[in-house]
């Protein structure tokens, strides 16, 4: 029996796993919600979120400070936290299979630090020159110019194989991050302190008018990366096995780079440098779902929102009522990620 073209056994796990993860999602963005240095009790962060997305809904009995500290402040910050999360765990995921190697991620690749440079840039030299849109377009232009870079690099330098693309992105990757700091030394003392966001990274700055775009984007690559994750798969098998199944491989491949800037570029733009959730993520995935992409991609937006949403609320809470960058925390568990990823495979 097939269900919509797919065999119903395959249906029902998708199903099955699908609900699982949704139910995950909502606790944890529940209970990111609830948790600060004011504590707000679940039922009042659901009964508020109710009455503020359904005319009518909710039982009201809440303050208005609870309100204010739940609607305006926590939930577009965990909202945020699961559409970045969500966006560099794909990101992570297909530059893993375009590049057959499973430590390249965005920050790796040097997307990360384009994207950074282009949001200081615009912070503190060329101003808002396009408005709220300027600092997300910069980052964008930034992300993609890193990207053409690594591309360049690598052809100049032959670096033809995948571990020899990563190579050449982390040394993309310092040069930049070099020439962001040289952007910050020289820029206005006094506004230099605004660029500490980008450089730890965090999602303090969170509200409801920054949401659209990264939702937008996300969607949009979401759906190019799991449209074509086929094409992934084979070229996980090797540029000859994909060229034989008729894969145009280096335009395919160039196009996924383009398509991860923007998405990092985007997501950068609004959270700063956040490292490791592109690494770790796939992984992770990979391990409860397998090997094929067109499950690993959903898997790793769900798992990524998930992670970004605990990390966030461990940043709020370990030094409240001050907020710690999150990148410290994604630092920390992504670094002891990475050695025990060194350890169980031989790369």
């Not at 029996?1 to 944890?28: D, E």
């Not at 893993?96 to 991620?105: M, S, Y």
Request: with cysteine.
């Amino acid at each position: 029996m097939r269900i919509f073209g797919i065999p119903a056994n395959i249906a029902r796990w998708h199903t099955h796993h699908t609900v699982i993860a949704a139910a995950i999602l909502l606790f944890s963005l529940a209970v990111s919600v609830s948790i600060g240095a004011v504590t707000v009790p679940l039922s009042t962060v659901w009964n508020i979120i109710l009455h503020n997305l359904l005319p009518g809904g909710g039982r009201e009995g809440w303050t208005s400070g609870e309100a204010a500290i739940v609607w305006n402040i926590r939930f577009p910050r965990a909202l945020l936290a699961c559409l970045v999360g969500s966006g560099l765990a794909l990101v992570g995921t297909a530059l893993q299979a375009v590049t057959r190697n499973p430590l390249a991620d965005p920050h790796l690749l040097g997307i990360s630090s384009g994207g950074a440079f282009g949001a200081i840039l615009a912070l503190l030299h060329t101003g808002l020159f396009l408005g709220p849109l300027t600092v997300p377009l910069m980052a964008f232009a930034g992300a993609c110019c890193a990207t053409l870079l690594v591309l360049a690099v690598a052809r100049f330098a032959a670096a033809v194989s995948a571990s020899r693309l990563v190579l050449v992105g982390v040394a993309v990757s310092f040069v930049v991050m070099s020439c962001a700091n040289l952007l910050i030394f020289f820029g206005d003392p006094r506004a230099t302190h605004t660029v500490v966001f980008w450089m730890l990274g965090g999602l303090g700055l969170a509200q409801w008018g920054h949401l659209g775009h990264p939702l937008i984007v996300l969607i949009g690559c979401g759906l190019f990366f799991f449209l074509y994750s086929a094409k992934l798969d084979g070229i996980m098998a090797g540029d000859e096995t994909a060229a034989s199944l008729g894969i145009r491989v280096q335009s395919f491949r160039l196009i996924t780079f383009v398509a991860a800037a923007l998405l990092t570029g985007v997501m950068v733009a609004y959270s700063g440098i956040i490292g490791f959730v592109g690494l770790m993520v796939p992984h992770i995935a990979r391990m409860a779902v397998g090997g094929s992409n067109r499950r690993v991609l959903p898997a790793s937006a769900a798992i990524g929102a998930v992670f970004l949403l605990w990390a966030d609320t461990l940043a709020r809470i370990l030094t409240a009522p001050e907020d710690m960058p999150i990148g410290v925390v994604t630092g920390l568990v992504g670094g002891v990620f990475f050695v025990w990823l060194l350890r169980r495979r031989s790369f």
